[in-house]
């Protein structure tokens, strides 16, 4: 089914809710990133649906078809872009397929697997997140006329962030996995970028260049741990 189905009659989109009568599958680990764009959507008008793995979100588009696909491209499953690069051979096509990430080199890899466009983390403007979506519609579901959108900023639920934290430290906590540990890592630093948490940002980042250089990791994990427990125990304001 599509989101349309079953809804002869949708509202029409207007200048201040350009995205009503459309559905944005966020595809998303982070709760703290989700509840971002939770308030991105209900800016603009659109229901959401989340997935936080590649197997939810495979689960989700076996029952319907979102108007808009945002895919994170670390995923505690595998890469974001297996799915993009799915989404993009499947028929009907999801609408708008759109990648994010908090890494610099995310996007080139989003674009190669078919993503129409690119959610650089964090998304904070309203009207950014807008046109991103707006400018891969066809030319009869764009939204005629102005749009007028209040660039109040975004502020997620920091009891969001304290979830994310709460999840890192069971995964830190779990010695010997290797491949968790590494998501574990990308986890923290794409949480870090999108709360602007530079301390965690930068202590995610020294042990992902530890691992890859093959250097001993027992310092920079126990940091990272502290600095995560330390988030969890509300001592950091974010």
């Not at 499947?90 to 995310?106: K, N």
């Not at 080139?108 to 964090?122: E, N």
């Not at 602007?196 to 990272?224: H, N, S």
């Amino acid at each position: 089914m599509t989101d349309s189905d079953g809804q002869p009659h949708l509202p029409r989109p207007s200048a201040t809710r350009p995205l009503l009568g459309m559905t944005v599958l966020v595809v998303e680990d982070s709760r703290f990133a989700s509840d971002a764009m939770r308030l991105l959507c209900l800016r603009s008008g659109a229901r959401i649906r989340r997935a936080d793995c590649l197997l939810s979100a495979r689960r989700h588009l076996n029952v319907y078809r979102p108007s808009v696909a945002i895919v994170d491209l670390g995923l505690p499953d595998g890469c974001g872009a297996e799915l993009i690069a799915e989404m993009v051979s499947a028929l009907p096509r999801v609408g708008v397929i759109l990648g994010t990430s908090g890494d610099s080199f995310a996007e080139d890899v989003a674009l190669a697997a078919g993503a129409d466009g690119f959610l650089a983390k964090p998304v904070e403007s309203v009207l950014r997140f807008q046109s991103e979506i707006i400018s891969h519609l066809p030319a009869d579901r764009r939204p005629s006329g102005m749009r007028m959108a209040v660039e109040e900023p975004i502020c997620p639920d920091p009891l969001a962030y304290r979830d994310d934290m709460a999840l890192a430290a069971d995964v830190l906590g779990d010695d010997g996995d290797e491949r968790m540990l590494d998501y574990v890592t990308q986890f923290l630093r794409g949480v870090a970028v999108s709360a602007g948490d530079v301390v965690l940002q930068r202590a995610a980042e020294g042990l992902a260049e530890a691992r890859f250089e093959g250097r001993p990791t027992k310092a920079d994990i126990a940091r990272v741990a502290g600095l995560v427990q330390d988030r969890l125990a509300d001592r950091v304001a974010i």
